[in-house]
């Protein structure tokens, strides 16, 4: 069985469970059952924007988020810097644990924030070991 990276051995992760986290990763950014949230912030836009700047994060930043939750789902998904894109969103997934998720007076709060960390980790994961055999990195011959 051929390994990606050092990491992958220690660990003993192969390019098969890569290759299915790298799925349910992008899946979890594409097409996950809160998918209507995620187009909200395109057809919700000045909404979205509004309840960004009430948490101290500037409404211009918006279209940064899209990307990097569609482009960025997409590019796990498919294997395509992987190991930028999982690092850049395990750093945007923490950030949103605590600036939105961080008042666990409010209900529903305290699940999103363990459940953004979950995610960060999985993500600092496929960041650590990259993108597994089947993937566009490795037919190319990248390695970020």
Known sequence: MAHSSPAIILI???DEKIRRYRFSGGACFDANPVYQRRLGKITGYEGTAQYMQSAGVPAFMLPL???LEF?????ILFGFLTRFTALSTAVFTILTAFLFHSHFEVAGNEINF???LSIAGGYLL????GPGAFS?????GKKW
């Open 136 to 140: 566009i990195d490795r037919l190319l």
């Open 12 to 14: 003993g992760v192969d």
């Open 71 to 75: 482009g960025g789902g997409l590019a």
């Open 126 to 129: 496929l960041g650590i070991t």
């Open 65 to 67: 988020v899209i990307l």
């Open 114 to 116: 363990m459940k953004n």
